[in-house]
């Protein structure tokens, strides 16, 4: 089993920044590959960005591409969102996600986080 816990969440004026955090325990985090997922009031949880095990790798949605970066530090356990250039549509929970294969996807995630958050005001 892998618990991931999310954190960094908050409220923010539109054109501002936040960094999520996504700390993983529990099993090896090794051949993971990480994803952030949102869900926003009233529609359906949608794919955000998602890393490699090895960091290489990265996928995003185009509505947040250029805006925002997903990274990882295997040593600390923990995948990173920086989001930057807010927009209010970008309000929505995030949620960390960890599927059992080293490979970036934007299906089959086997472990999924809490969600924090995010409220981007106009």
């Known amino acids: 089993q892998v618990q991931l816990v999310e954190s960094g969440g908050g409220l923010v004026q539109a054109g501002g920044s936040l960094r999520l955090s996504c700390a993983a325990s529990?099993?090896?985090?090794?051949?993971?590959?990480m994803g952030w997922f949102r869900q926003a009031p009233g529609k359906e949880r949608e794919f955000v960005a998602a890393?490699?095990?090895?960091?290489?790798?990265?996928d995003y949605a185009d509505y947040v591409k250029g805006r925002f970066t997903i990274s990882r530090d295997s040593a600390k356990n923990t995948v990173y969102l920086q989001m930057n250039s807010l927009k209010p549509e970008d309000t929505a929970v995030y949620y960390c996600a960890a599927r059992k294969v080293p490979s970036i996807g934007r299906h089959s995630y086997e472990y999924w986080g809490q969600g924090t958050r995010v409220t981007v005001s106009s």
């Open positions: 890393v490699s095990w090895l960091g290489g790798s990265t």
């Open positions: 529990g099993r090896s985090f090794s051949n993971l590959a």
